[in-house]
């Protein structure tokens, strides 16, 4: 016996944006999606389920979600069953959960989704509960959300490495030209450097076009053994490697220079290991693109170009078709939306259909290796990668 | 017991994460016809069109193989009182003591749990029979009682 | 090789009750007192950490707990982290997942804290955080919480088997002096069989002193791979077998017969072959007694006794000290009171002290087998069962 | 800028779940002499007597070592700006805009993230020193804020 592996054997998503739907809709919604991906695959034979969700207990009223989520997908568990969370980290941590579930023997296959109910009526009350993501009692409680704190991030990088807004701009820019063949994305008008510049400033140097969206979303992948994955379609997309940090808490518990994220350098360099690859092996990959300025770190961090140069790599067009890794095919986070707990497994669902060459007009050419990348903070990554063998 | 007005089930309708009472309109939840039916006076709840299975509560998407191909279907108009309960103590804000809690069966196989209202304790049976009592609740919205069939 | 083991290495707990202290404070003084528990582990060894908490969104306006818990317990996790709910059942839940995350080889040690900040200042916000814990849009927003739910399971076990509002008393009399002698529960006094049948009704048949009491708390444990445990710890607790199941949500989708919890019966099964014994193998368990009836069900389902006889059981004593098997040694969730997302961490607490004999004057003398349950449900039943070797 | 209004920064002081200040009093909070020194404008964190090792924000037990044997200890009076930025969309409610938030280094090696308040944006620099300011929140609280030594 060789050594066990995992791989995806069905995935589907729902449309991302300001969803006329409750949380459990779109949890019912992505569920169909999933299942109509692999016929093969009936809810009767899903006996693990976990649900990566972050906070549907404010924005839903609703706590317990993993077996709300498992009735509403037809899904009664047996084996496995368990809400994971990690902020927008949740549906990377909720795939390689599973991935321990069935590498465990616990279970040989696991249904993971992911669902976000973000776009409460109320719009003071979206951006209280988004409060409640941060240090409450020591950052919060003064209003400190992301964008103010990526903000200082791009100052530090432009500061350090001359990066400049107009590169800044351009991760957006190809994130929402991208998005033009995604029809489950937030926003689907594409975007030029000049609607880019001019859109409202947030937090300077961010724009509003450097920010990823409030958006309510979900999205689903079943994860098998391989000898079961096999069974289930003739082309398993298999789990090759995969790691996690987190390196300190609060915001600035950090290391203090914030343009550099060694915790992210060290996590990428754990799961090319274990994937035996190496950056350029990357032929696609989905990062956490929740501002601009992450994207350009993630280039760098995770290999992609030399520290520092990240600015000139998405310029140069090395991260778009053609370059020397296409990132964000789907329009990330900036362009589909960011639903917290529906991310990461959106980020598979492109794995799943990349690596299956189902990707349409957007497919990556011949793609081998793919990989995911979540941040939940400066230093706290979650990494998956993906391959077709 | 006295009949519950409408801020008896609410905690501040202003802010959703201190209301229990669902979002029921199109533009914010899919199931929004039950509410509508409830309006009526109907009591339903989804069946699939492909496999006919009917579940409470209504679905988009039937847990049984997977159709979002459903179809609205009213609760026979009387259920029967599976068992019941007073709760005196520890009823959660907006509420007042005594509430009657009863799980109610369906001939559509199907058991509703929901308060009594309009009904003195004393006068509740296992087996007894009830039917809907639509209630208003904040917001122009309604919930699902239930009382005593007379 | 022989196959893969996991082992609990250390455990620790915080006084249970309306405690003067805040969410964080709370684990502080758990990941405190777990290191304590064995001086060959410190923070830096910890590469892995779970956390098992259930609304902190809510009660503590604090989401996104793993990297904070870890963070105030010294960890700075390179291998696996990320949150663990499952209402009731979240603890057990958690430290499954950790032993999935050991045997799937992400990494050989975890650190798992449960914790719950459940006495927030307003009494009115408790109950309301309580709504959340169940089917809101279809239940809770009628004000279902769990004891008219559980006054119906009980009065229907009363008419089919017969069993008695003193049975059910007679739990809460046990286990209320249990907790005499458990220095951390959050009630130590005691209780008479007259002082639980005129306690304060709640729904009928159940009282006040029927009802498990909400109490803030936390407690923590460290798993290990075997070989790992060993260099530890000379006396490990190892885990033998788990399970776990959901049969339908919400309540009114649990078969229609109350009095039977076949779910349970399914898992304890599993649980038990697993772990390669059988129930009258066990010599202490910690089970869900969020309020009497539960316990009695537990018994019948769990295989103590024959089903309906559950009544009988604890009044013939034979879960007492000197009966079949010692359930509850440390006064259950009626005595130490229930911080959800702690409470299966302080049972899995208990398995350690019990099975290494450290339990004082508590000591089940001998045990060698110990059973852990949570409920989150009627149908929804999480087991863990641990064994001196 | 003008000053913050206790108001503007709550939500809802009297529902804890809309309510973002901590509580600071000793039945609620094992750090509560942060707060009662911050009362008399001293900023404080804790100290290890056992290793030595102080963090920031203040702690009931050493990330360090696990003591509970902790001392407070004053931060320098003057902290220095690491970066800042101006926010001027998107802030939560209760807030204004434009909010000024600043990482401030201290010679203790420790960082603080803070809102600068009585601060002109254009007056701001990195390098700039600040001084502690303190602002009183609802229910007899207060909060730390910073302000540019003049
Ligand atoms: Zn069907
Ligand atoms: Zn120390």
Redesign the pocket.
């Known amino acids: 016996m060789g050594q066990k592996r995992v791989a995806l054997v069905a995935a589907g998503i729902t449309k991302f944006g300001k969803r006329k739907a409750t949380f459990r809709d779109l949890i019912a919604e992505a569920g169909k999606a999933t299942f109509d991906s692999n016929k093969n695959i009936s809810p009767k034979d899903v006996k693990a389920f976990i649900i990566s969700t972050v906070y549907p207990e404010r924005s839903a009223f609703q706590g317990h979600p993993a077996p709300l989520a498992a009735e509403w997908c037809g899904v009664r568990p047996t084996e496995f069953h368990e809400r994971v969370e990690n902020q927008c980290g949740s549906g990377t941590s909720a795939i390689r959960t599973a991935y321990a579930a069935i590498m465990s023997g616990l279970t040989d296959l696991v249904m993971v989704v992911g669902v976000e109910k973000v776009m409460v009526p109320s719009h003071k009350e979206i951006f209280l509960n988004a409060m409640a993501g941060s240090d409450r009692e020591w950052e919060s409680c003064f209003g400190v959300t992301p964008p103010p704190l990526f903000a200082m991030v791009a100052q530090a990088h432009m500061q350090k490495f001359g990066t400049t807004e107009e590169q800044l701009a351009l991760v957006s820019v190809k994130n929402h030209n991208h998005s033009k063949t995604n029809p489950y994305a937030h926003h689907q008008k594409g975007a030029t450097l000049e609607q880019v510049m001019t859109s409202r400033l947030i937090a300077a140097p961010l724009k509003l076009f450097d920010c990823s969206t409030n958006t309510d979303g979900a999205a689903g992948v079943i994860v098998a053994l391989e000898e079961r994955a096999k069974s289930l379609t003739d082309k398993p997309v298999y789990i090759l490697g995969t790691a996690q940090i987190n390196d300190g808490y609060p915001w600035v518990a950090y290391p203090k220079d914030w343009s550099t994220w060694p915790s992210l350098r060290f996590a990428a360099q754990k799961a090319y290991e274990m994937a035996g690859i190496g950056p350029k092996d990357v032929d696609v990959a989905e990062v956490h693109d929740c501002f601009t300025i992450s994207e350009i770190i993630e280039y760098e961090e995770l290999g992609f170009c030399k520290k520092g140069e990240g600015g000139r790599f998405v310029e140069d067009g090395q991260s778009d078709y053609g370059g020397e890794v296409v990132v964000n095919p789907s329009g990330g986070l900036i362009a589909c939306g960011h639903p917290f707990g529906a991310t990461g497994v959106r980020q598979a669902w492109e794995a799943y259909i990349q690596l299956r060459d189902e990707a349409g007009t957007r497919q990556v050419k011949g793609a081998e290796i793919f990989l995911g990348h979540n941040l939940s903070g400066l230093g706290e990554h979650h990494i998956l990668i993906y391959g077709r063998s | 017991m006295k009949e519950k007005t409408t801020e008896d089930y609410i905690i501040d309708p202003d802010v959703y994460i201190c209301d229990p009472v669902p979002q029921q309109t199109p533009d914010q939840n899919m199931v929004y016809p039950f509410y509508d039916h409830l309006r009526d006076n109907r009591l339903t709840t989804t069946r ?6 009917i579940t409470w509560p209504p679905k988009i998407v ?6 979002d191909q459903l179809e609205w279907e009213d609760f026979p108009p009387t259920g029967k009182i599976y068992a019941f309960t007073v709760q005196v103590g520890g009823v959660p804000p907006g509420f007042q003591a005594p509430l009657v809690y009863a799980l109610i069966d369906f001939d559509n196989d199907l058991r509703i749990i929901s308060p009594l209202i309009d009904t003195d304790p004393d006068d509740v049976h296992v087996g007894d029979e009830v039917v809907l009592k639509v209630v208003e609740a904040p917001r122009d919205r309604v919930l699902f009682f239930f009382k005593l069939k007379k």
Chains 1, 3 share one sequence.
Do not use: F, L, P
């Open positions: 699939c069109k492909d496999c006919g299975h039937c847990t049984e193989c997977m159709s």
